[in-house]
């Protein structure tokens, strides 16, 4: 078996084992992570519903003003982090549940996740 599929393989048991015990209500919902090579995406899902409500990632339009090509990918996981949590907000969402989606936190999903926070987040 290669490395990098022994590493996916080791992922989707970590994001299985997450999804056990996270489940978006409406009182509650989830704060879904996807990281690509390149960008990161944001969610909010209500698993009841099966709909998601927010999302924000590093290619919308509305932060594509923001961005630029010096930045890191670690200082663009912050912004959309702190985007996230401003729509929420407006929403009136302050609970959320956090799925990581199998991913190691660290790097640009905890950086996510502290600008989620700071920005009014609780999870």
Aim: no cysteine; aromatic share 6%; charged share 30%.
């Amino acid at each position: 078996m290669s490395i990098t599929r022994d590493l996916k393989n080791r992922r989707i048991k970590r994001k299985l084992r997450i999804r056990k015990k996270v489940y978006g209500t409406d009182s509650r919902l989830r704060l879904s992570i996807y990281r690509s090579t390149t960008n990161i995406y944001a969610q909010l899902i209500n698993d009841d519903t099966k709909a998601t409500i927010i999302s924000a990632s590093s290619i919308d339009k509305d932060l594509k003003t923001k961005l630029n090509t010096q930045m890191t990918k670690i200082e663009q996981a912050k912004l959309v982090g702190s985007h996230l949590a401003e729509k929420a907000n407006q929403q009136g969402i302050k609970d959320v549940g956090f799925d990581r989606n199998g991913y190691v936190f660290r790097g640009r999903v905890k950086a996510l996740a502290d600008a989620a926070r700071e920005a009014g987040l609780n999870f």
